[in-house]
């Protein structure tokens, strides 16, 4: 699976389009018009959308241009229009993305220092090389050192789960 | 009180034990942060601004803004060793430092790096002690009318001038606006655009989104390219270091040039970016004699560190005095100021003395124990990057996901974090401007309220941004960077096609 440039123009375009368009959608209901205390809520938001909603067309179409400006001269024997992500990259950065998915998950549900250990020693132990008992080392060690910055120094509280409450720690 | 005898008050609060070990805390921090891969200045920043919460303002911000000079060294180190900019500053230093150091002579091009990164923030911070009393002067006089035109001159600035596509720019713009709209909304007390999610309510952090879009962003930009670090010999030799700096007064004229080139691009809403890269090209215009640039010339080292140090540092002067952050990791610093209770801007010289000048005096300090800190501790940082990246990189998307949380203990920020990690690895794929839609985010509100205020004392007319004098050459002005330097672009552009057809 290939993905060239030209898509992730488009994809991006209509991407900050739409929230052009959430942005007017939801500044109509607040109304735009003018009160007696100024302009109603609305109406920054509302003309803020509208430009982007512009703009967002403007490189909609500048990417329709190039496209065809690179096909033609694709078509002339000149070098075809470079991919955006290849199936290598395509496969690094899922594998990247699918731990920190994980991860996030794992953090909502065990709390941080969980899920910080987890991530940190599956990563270690699965791309890494290291032996399991290492790839452990480092996480749990990672999360001590997170707990004693945060806790002990800062006495920053961050995000625990049910192992944290069954050991006792607050 | 004159500006010297401010600046000898502000010395008197920077140099104390708890100040001075910040400082090296700082410009330590900033050094891991500027040297890794998917943490820079911004991140950095933003990460720590949690922190500062225990911390009276003045220490905070010569924290922070330690940290800041610390990742513009950092960045440069990586630059120069393993030809991986740590920093989007310091890309032009990798044309001529990495052969430099490629040919043996690693000491000498991180000793040129240095020395002259630490002269042109010496040569900014000077410009904004001169400056500092003047630019709050002139900022009193103005009403919210002037603030909403300054605003606008800043937005203009970077549609104009930046190096992306104009619509791209507006794109990342008008998407930090909309973005600072989320929420209560501080004027009218009406909800705004959470449709329906309690989340939303307070608002999106602009931390929560700087961590995003500029640490896990950079970092899935990292893992795309499969990075592997080749790094070149790190060791110092102190003789080396002493014979380059006798070298350095030769490059006088580029020195002076490029600290002119960061000092003006600092100020105006260039940024340090812009400004490393205009001051090695026109170096590289400028010279006629020796080796070709990007084999290792030295100018080609002095020129961009110049630029991008007083750049750096200039940035910190309209931040100050009228509110309007001229960089990325401005507008961060600038956020932490209100989150700490202070209002930037001309009143904060008035009302917060020695706020403004320990800064000021600090950042004096903060660049000369940079320079030899960074010196001292290039071996050790450059170990940092043999680090197997399965560890690492686990790690800095770990203390990313941790510092969005301390934001505001939510948990739905974690999810912000990973939207706007796609959003910011997009955005950074397809030139989209970053820094834009930061400095939209923190001025957003207030610039939404110099318009209100504007349209309520006008009763609804435009007129009133073009009502006096100062208001309206700051719109002919914003106006004038808007729209001349792309038709200048253009114009150059027709007329080198005319020829041909």
């Known amino acids: 699976m290939a993905v060239t440039r030209f898509h992730a123009e488009i994809a991006t375009a209509i991407g900050t389009g739409a929230l052009g368009i959430a942005a007017v959608i939801g500044a109509t209901e607040l109304g735009l018009g003018w009160s007696e205390s100024g302009p109603q809520p609305g109406y920054f938001p509302f003309y803020v959308g509208l430009i982007l909603i512009a703009a967002s067309l403007w490189n909609l179409a500048s990417a329709f241009v190039k496209h065809r400006q690179a096909t033609l001269d694709a078509s002339n024997g000149a070098e075809a229009e470079e991919p955006f992500l290849d199936r290598e990259k395509v496969q690094r950065l899922g594998g990247f993305l699918g731990a920190m998915l994980a991860f996030v998950v794992a953090t909502l549900w065990l709390g941080i220092y969980i899920g910080a250990a987890g991530y940190i020693a599956y990563s270690a132990w699965r791309k890494g090389g290291y032996k399991l008992p290492l790839s452990l080392a480092i996480g749990l060690g990672f999360s001590v050192s997170l707990y004693v910055i945060f806790e002990v120094i800062f006495k920053i509280p961050l995000l625990k789960g049910p192992i944290e409450n069954m050991l006792g720690i607050y | 009180m004159g500006n010297f005898d401010l600046l000898m008050h502000g010395f008197g609060i920077a140099i104390t034990p708890m100040h001075l070990m910040l400082m090296v805390a700082g410009v330590l921090m900033g050094l891991i942060v500027g040297v890794l891969p998917g943490l820079g200045a911004p991140n950095g920043v933003s990460l720590l601004i ?30 120069i060793l393993f030809n991986i900019p740590g920093e989007p500053s310091s890309v032009a230093t990798t044309f001529d430092g990495y052969p430099m150091a490629q040919k043996g002579e690693s000491t000498r091009a991180l000793t040129l790096a240095f020395m002259s990164a630490g002269i042109g923030a010496l040569l900014g911070i000077i410009v904004i002690t001169l400056l500092a009393g003047w630019a709050s002067n002139f900022a009193l006089k103005f009403g919210a009318p002037e603030y909403f035109a300054v605003y606008f001159l800043a937005f203009a600035a970077f549609i104009g001038m930046g190096s992306a596509s104009p619509a791209k720019t507006l794109v990342s713009l008008a998407t930090g606006l909309i973005l600072s709209t989320v929420g209560m909304d501080t004027v009218t007390g009406e909800v705004r655009l959470t449709f329906g999610y309690d989340e939303l309510l307070s608002g999106i952090s602009f931390l929560v989104v700087v961590i995003g879009l500029f640490g896990i962003g950079e970092l899935l930009s990292t893992v795309q390219e499969g990075l592997r670090f080749r790094g070149v010999s790190s060791r110092i030799d102190l003789r080396d270091v002493l014979r380059t700096i006798r070298e350095l007064p030769r490059y006088w004229a580029t020195t002076i040039r490029s600290g002119l080139i960061g000092i003006w691009m600092g100020i105006t809403p ?10 090695y090209g026109i170096a590289r215009q400028a010279s006629r004699k020796g080796q070709p640039f990007g084999t290792g010339r030295p100018e080609g080292i002095v020129a961009p560190e110049t630029a991008d140090h007083s750049a750096g540092t200039c940035a910190m002067l309209p931040m100050l005095a009228l509110g309007v952050p001229s960089s990325a990791t401005a507008a961060v610093m600038m956020g932490g100021l209100m989150i700490w209770g202070l209002t930037p801007g001309p009143m904060l010289f008035a009302t917060k003395p020695d706020f403004v000048w320990g800064l000021i005096a600090s950042m004096y300090i903060s660049n000369i124990v940079g320079v030899i800190l960074v010196l001292a501790t290039v071996p050790m940082f450059a170990a940092l990057l043999r680090i197997p990246f399965a560890i690492i990189g686990p790690m800095i998307v770990a203390i990313c996901f941790v510092g969005a949380y301390t934001v505001s203990n939510s948990t739905f920020d974690l999810w912000l974090v990973l939207v706007f990690g796609l959003v910011g690895y997009m955005f950074n794929r397809l030139d989209y401007p970053l820094a834009p839609l930061v400095l939209a985010m923190v001025l957003g509100h207030k610039a939404e309220n110099a318009f209100h205020q504007s349209m309520v004392l006008s009763d ?41 057809e």
């Open chain 2, 50 to 79: 949690p922190l500062t919460f225990a911390l009276d303002p003045t220490s905070a911000i010569i924290l922070l803004s330690s940290m800041y000079w610390g990742a513009l060294f950092g960045g440069s180190t990586t630059s």
């Open chain 2, 270 to 279: 260039g940024g340090p970016t812009a400004a490393s890269f205009m001051s």
């Open chain 2, 460 to 500: 609804g007319s435009l007129g009133i941004f073009f009502s006096n004098t100062l208001v309206s050459s700051i719109m002919v002005l914003g106006l004038a960077l808007l729209i001349l330097p792309k038709m200048l672009q253009l114009g150059g552009r027709l007329r080198r096609k005319m020829p041909v």
